[in-house]
């Protein structure tokens, strides 16, 4: 059974960081790509970044470029999102995913984080 738990969602003022945390479990985490997705009230889910298995070649969404980090610690099982310099546009649920790597669709998924940007 693979279970993702974010963590690190909350309040913040605009300009500010939080940090969002995805622990996984129940599969080889080393070996799959990760990903943050989000989704604003009435909107669809977007993506937001991911990352390879190895921890390098992360890409991006362009509307947070520059201004997020996704990293990894396969030792720890656990994904990373820093977010910096942040936008009330920003303010969603943020999941994690997890996929193999060769797979187009992300199969897990976590039961998301709340993060809300005031102006």
């Known amino acids: 059974q693979v279970q993702l738990v974010e963590s690190g969602g909350g309040l913040v003022q605009a300009g500010g960081s939080l940090r969002l945390s995805c622990a996984a479990s129940?599969?080889?985490?080393?070996?799959?790509?990760m990903g943050w997705f989000r989704q604003a009230p009435g909107k669809e889910r977007d993506f937001v970044a991911a990352i390879n298995w190895r921890g390098t070649s992360p890409y991006y969404a362009d509307s947070v470029k520059g201004r997020f980090t996704i990293s990894r610690d396969n030792a720890k099982n656990t994904v990373y999102l820093q977010m910096n310099s942040l936008k009330p546009e920003d303010t969603a649920v943020y999941y994690c995913?997890?996929?193999?790597?060769?797979?187009?669709?992300?199969?897990?998924w976590g039961q998301g984080t709340q993060v809300t940007v005031s102006s």
């Open positions: 129940g599969r080889t985490f080393s070996s799959f790509i």
């Open positions: 995913a997890t996929k193999p790597p060769l797979a187009t669709q992300y199969d897990y």
